[in-house]
């Protein structure tokens, strides 16, 4: 695609409840990334994938999160069993690849409200 | 680990006037670069300028200058001619040559006071 595309824009769900973010990265980025912004705060590193390779997992803030990539193009960020500290906006970011370099590009994020 | 330090959470400069965002960093790499991101109201992060650590020539886009100062290890945004659509968060952004991440300064709003 043109951008990269991120659903959904908003979410709210309820204590206790997974949720899915999706990404979809600019076609031909073979690198993606998943980044996390509290409230008026800067941006966490959370995971990146090389292809459908995530190598190193550590930036997850805790087992509830996992992260997949499929293809060498979509991801998928899961919050199982929500807590309201994980409200916040998610962005993905893609880049032609990890050389860093390379310009990351963002989407516009999903905002996640657990109540 | 590399620290991204942005000391100004907020400023304001009047259209058509000049301000400078500053940031700092802490590294002990010698090959690296250095971004200054933009985040309006709609979230999305848009590159500004970017800065490698190699080159001494400091980076320009149009009404966006950078000063960098390797061996102060600071890099300020410098930006010309404010409009009002420069209001935004700034975010400064470090990634080594070797690493697979960017880390991020905690950010500046910037207001343009028309």
């Known amino acids: 695609g043109a951008g990269v595309s991120q659903s959904p824009s908003n979410k709210v769900t309820e204590k206790g409840k997974d949720v899915e973010l999706r990404c979809d990265p600019i076609?031909?980025?073979?690198?993606l990334y998943w980044y996390r912004q509290s409230l008026g705060q800067g941006l966490e590193f959370l995971i990146y994938?090389?292809?459908?390779?995530?190598?190193?997992k550590s930036g997850l803030p805790s087992d509830r999160f996992s992260a997949e990539r499929t293809g060498g193009s979509v991801s998928t960020l899961t919050i199982q069993r929500t807590q309201q500290e994980d409200s916040a906006v998610y962005l993905c970011?893609?880049?032609?690849?990890?050389?860093?370099?390379?310009?990351?590009?963002f989407g516009e994020g999903s905002w996640l409200t657990v109540v | 680990a590399q620290t991204v330090t942005q000391s100004q959470p907020e400023m304001s400069v009047q259209e058509a006037e000049t301000v400078t965002l500053s940031c700092t960093y802490d590294t002990s790499e010698s090959d690296y670069y250095l971004f200054w991101y933009k985040q309006p109201p709609s979230r999305q992060m848009i590159l500004v300028i970017r800065?490698?650590?190699?080159?001494?020539q400091n980076a320009t886009e149009n009404r966006f200058s950078v000063n960098f100062q390797k061996a102060a290890k600071s890099f300020s945004l410098k930006i010309s001619d404010s409009q009002l659509g420069d209001a935004a968060m700034y975010f400064c952004a470090y990634r080594s040559a070797d690493a697979n991440d960017m880390r991020f300064g905690a950010g500046t709003r910037l207001t343009v006071k028309p």
């Open positions: 970011a893609s880049s032609l690849g990890l050389f860093s370099g390379n310009t990351i590009y």
């Open positions: 994938f090389q292809g459908n390779s995530a190598p190193d």
């Open positions: 800065q490698e650590a190699y080159k001494q």
């Open positions: 076609s031909g980025h073979t690198a």
